[in-house]
Structures are given as structure tokens and as C-alpha cells.
């Protein structure tokens, strides 16, 4: 039985490391603790808590380059980008919560109508959900989970928190940094092993689930938390669609897109995967995209000199052959790349552009999470937003026009989670904004107030000002109980203001002020 974890860098082919492998009994007794352990950081302050926020930027700014370099080499991504998607998110995350977390959370009142007149009020108020379990993927291996901690311990929660087995040392650094700061322990735990190793956060009914993957194992992890009633987050798949319209700034436009599809070797998520492209300048985006995808430089990083790094996983990289050389076989023209790339050491295929391509092609419909784009025309924007949506997923989309009414107007069309307008991706970076998608691509959302509000519970308080007046909706019932009421639903939806007027007078006269209890 392998007791380690032995990592491998995708782009050189180097061991960087291992990593013991949890056990199952283990991790039942860190979930254990972490539960124990909730019980008191429940009571902390919200400025007691900010203040590890604050410590764990320190330590990140501290370590910057080695946090950086690990990142790099374990997920194949260049040095930029583990520093721009993986590295500054989670330090924006930590300043934002530790800010704003307080004022999110805070017990806010519910606006009454009727209710008022009886002397009612309500609110809502958010406490802590319990034990958060965090699986987290290989793509951002850093930025993820490191943003999904910070809302939950700001929200009053301990964590559990599972990184992908491709990525172990990145999770060991994330338990170091946590470590560095002095919470309390229990309060942030890190477990370490294969994906079945995750199925025990839910044996062991942590309060909360929070998975980022894909839509396969999404739905295996929803079903056996469904079966405990566990409330889950789900972070899945993408095949995000770009619109480019005639009046949009082609070289604008091009230069987004290309960075949108290709960031990260295209393992993003939110990644561009599909281009519609109005008739008129298709041939004029596609000739400077084609142009601009051929200055990449592609490899591994080790020099701080590529755009483009390595495909994570093997079994990625047959995926995206796979669909490449389908769609090929099915039509399409690969104007450049359409190959993996003669290294000796790392995982790497050559950015690629496609045209000639339609919804008959799994390029076009399934997620591809490598560096190709698919380019299609089309005759009219409606034709784009029908093709747009003809999909299982929708995470996100852009536009890309020079009259940004005209972009909110498509946008408000498309079935996604988020739209942009002139520019791709970058949302799912900020703190204040929701982030997750409908459809296929998941339920729920991480980032923002809605994020950090679904790591707590909401309690709904209500409260009667009259406390000593008998309500008329108890027992006995009285004789004109019925016409009371009659009157109420006359209150509230008459057909005149003097109707209603007379209805409030005659219900004011069977229901006294005052009554003995």
C-alpha cells in the first residue's frame, strides 16, 4: 500500500518532493478536532480573526518567490501567472474579509409591511455553519482553496481542506502559511491523499462542502452529501463563450481573447473555449489572433521568459489531442499549433486555432482545458447568443464591442454566471464579486457577499412588541374570525385605494388593541 505521495513538475519532469498519504482513521480524528475546535473560534471576534488574515499576508509577502516557485513547477503554470491567478487573489481576499466581513455578516433587519401593524419584527442573523470541508483542484492550486479558507474562518468556521493529489506540496505549503500565523489548532487542517480520500469529510458530516472539480466528480460528491443533507458549493466545468461583434475593436478583442483562452495552458475553468465571430471581421480577427498566438513562447518556466506552460496532468493532454484531432477528422482546419509539443521532459501542446468548427464537434460542446480555441462566424448576434447557450454548461461569457450598452444588452441574454464586457476571466480573481456558475458548471457561489454569507447560517429572529396582547389567530377561534381575515386579504390586494381603506377600518374593529391572554 503506498503510504506517500511522491510529486512530479509537469513542465520538467523533476520529483520535487512527498508527502505522507492521511489515513482514513486520521482524518476522522482531524475532523474530530476540527469540530471541537469550532466550538471556540465560534466565539472569536471578528477582529481577532482578521488579524491571522493579516499575518498570513505577511508571511506570503515574506515568501513571495518561493510561493511562486512551487506553485510554478507543481502546476506547470508560469511564474506570472502563479503570482497574478494563484498568489495576489488570495492576498486581495484576506485584506478584503478582514475589512468587510463584520459589516457582511452583520444582523440585518427584514423590511415588514402587514406585519408591522401587528407588531412584528425580523431579522436575520449569521453564525457559524461548523466544520467547512474544502476538496480543491490542481488547476489553481493556491488561489482556490486559499480564498474559500479565508471566508470560512472569517465567517466563524474551521476547516478541512483536501488538495488535489497532483498538487500536494502546494497544499503543504498552504498548511505551513496557516500554521505561521498562530491559529489556534484544529482551526485550519489540511488532509492529504487521493480523491476517495475525500469522500470521509462527508462520512464524518462536516457542516459544509465545498468542491472545486468536475462535473463527474461534482456529482458524485453531491450525491453522498445529499444523503447526509449536507449543503454543498460546486465550482465545476466550463466551456465559456466569447461573442465578438462587428463593431468591437478587433485588436482589442483579439489580444483578450487569446490571453482568455490560453491563460494557464487553457486549465482554467473560466477560460475562453469558443469564439462566435460576426461575418463581416471574422476574417480580420482570426488573422490577428493567429498572428498574435504565434509570438507564445512555450515551456517551462524556469528562466521567467514563457507565456505558455505545461499541461498538468497526462491524462489532460490526451483530452486535448484527443477532441483536437476529432474535430480535424470531422472538417475543421487547424490554422496554428494542433499538436503536443517534442519535449523531453515536460507535458506541453502548442496553442492552438481552429475554424471550420460547429456544435457537431465535441471541441465546441465539451470542456477541452487546454490551449485551443475554437473560432466560428456567424450571420447576426442572434445567431451568437443562440450558440452561446447552446450548451450544458455556463459558468461564464463575454462581448466584445465598442458600445457597452449594446454589451449589457447581449450579456443580459447569455446563460452564464458571469458576463463580461471587453475583457474575460479576471472576475473570478476579485473578492467582491459572486463567483459560480448554473447549468452544468455548478450551484452556489464563492467570493463576494453571497459567497461569504453561504459560509454561515442564517437565522431568521422574529420578535412582537405587543407582548401582551392576545393575537386573534389563536385559540378559541372567535365567531368573526373568518371575516377578520377576510378582511386582511382585502387589505392587501383590493382593488382600490378605498377599498382597502375601509377593509384596514373594519378589521381594526375586530381585532382590539388589547385582549387578556
Not at 468556521?157 to 493529489?165: A, L, R, Y
Request: with cysteine.
Amino acid at each position: 500500500m503506498q503510504n506517500t505521495i511522491i510529486s512530479k513538475s509537469p513542465s520538467t519532469g523533476q520529483v520535487l518532493g512527498e508527502v505522507s498519504i492521511t489515513t482514513k482513521a486520521a482524518a476522522r480524528e482531524i475532523i474530530a478536532m476540527a469540530r471541537k475546535a469550532s466550538k471556540s473560534w465560534a466565539n472569536t471576534t471578528f477582529t481577532e480573526r482578521a488579524a491571522y488574515l493579516k499575518k498570513a499576508n505577511k508571511y506570503i509577502y515574506e515568501h513571495l518567490d518561493e510561493i511562486a516557485d512551487l506553485i510554478s513547477l507543481e502546476n506547470g503554470k508560469p511564474h506570472a501567472e502563479a503570482k497574478m491567478a494563484d498568489i495576489l487573489p488570495s492576498i486581495y481576499a484576506n485584506n478584503y474579509f478582514a475589512k468587510n466581513a463584520e459589516r457582511i455578516l452583520r444582523e440585518k433587519p427584514i423590511s415588514m409591511t402587514f406585519w408591522n401593524m401587528a407588531g412584528k419584527n425580523s431579522s436575520i442573523r449569521y453564525v457559524p455553519t461548523g466544520v467547512i470541508g474544502i476538496i480543491s483542484p490542481w488547476n489553481y492550486p493556491f488561489g482556490i482553496p486559499m480564498t474559500q479558507i479565508t471566508m470560512a474562518i472569517m465567517a466563524g468556521n474551521t476547516v478541512v481542506m483536501k488538495p488535489s493529489s497532483i498538487v500536494p506540496l502546494v497544499g503543504e505549503k498552504i498548511r505551513e502559511i496557516w500554521q505561521s500565523t498562530g491559529l489556534p489548532d484544529g482551526v485550519v487542517n489540511v488532509i492529504q491523499g487521493p480523491g476517495a480520500l475525500g469522500e470521509v469529510l462527508i462520512e464524518e458530516a462536516v457542516d459544509r462542502m465545498i468542491f472545486t472539480g468536475s462535473v463527474s466528480v461534482g456529482r458524485h460528491v453531491a450525491k453522498l452529501a445529499a444523503e447526509k443533507l449536507i449543503p454543498i458549493t460546486l465550482e465545476l466545468g466550463g466551456k465559456d463563450p466569447a461573442i465578438v461583434l462587428p463593431d468591437a475593436d478587433l485588436n482589442a478583442a483579439s489580444s483578450g481573447i487569446l490571453w482568455g483562452a490560453m491563460t494557464n495552458a487553457g486549465q482554467t475553468c473560466a477560460g475562453i473555449e469558443r469564439v462566435y465571430v460576426h461575418r463581416t471581421v471574422f476574417d480580420e480577427f482570426v488573422d490577428l489572433i493567429v498572428d498574435k498566438t504565434k509570438t507564445l513562447r512555450i515551456g517551462a518556466d524556469t528562466a521567467n521568459n514563457k507565456d505558455i506552460g505545461a499541461i498538468t496532468t497526462e491524462e489532460q493532454l490526451k483530452i486535448i489531442s484527443r477532441q483536437v484531432e476529432e474535430a480535424k477528422a470531422a472538417g475543421a482546419r487547424v490554422l496554428v499549433g494542433g499538436h503536443i509539443v517534442d519535449d523531453c521532459c515536460g507535458r506541453f501542446y502548442a496553442p492552438t486555432i481552429v475554424v471550420d468548427v460547429d456544435h457537431s464537434m465535441a471541441l465546441m460542446t465539451e470542456e477541452n482545458f487546454g490551449p485551443v480555441l475554437p473560432i466560428m462566424a456567424v450571420d447576426n448576434v442572434e445567431e451568437a447568443i443562440a450558440l452561446a447557450n447552446d450548451s450544458r454548461f455556463g459558468l461564464s461569457a463575454s462581448v466584445w464591442t465598442s458600445d457597452t450598452e449594446k454589451g449589457k444588452a447581449v450579456a443580459r441574454r447569455l446563460q452564464a454566471g458571469t458576463v463580461t464586457i471587453n475583457d474575460s476571466l479576471y472576475t473570478y480573481a476579485l473578492a467582491e464579486t459572486p463567483w459560480g456558475g448554473i447549468k452544468d458548471s455548478g450551484m452556489g457561489k464563492t467570493h463576494g457577499e453571497d459567497g461569504l454569507r453561504e459560509m454561515a447560517r442564517e437565522i431568521h429572529i422574529s420578535s412582537d412588541r405587543l407582548m401582551h396582547m392576545k393575537k386573534p389567530w389563536w385559540y378559541p377561534y372567535s365567531p368573526n374570525i373568518q371575516e377578520s381575515f377576510a378582511s386582511i386579504i382585502h387589505i392587501i390586494s383590493g382593488k382600490n385605494l378605498a377599498a382597502r381603506g375601509r377593509a384596514v377600518l373594519k378589521t381594526l374593529g375586530h381585532f382590539p388593541l388589547r385582549g387578556k391572554l
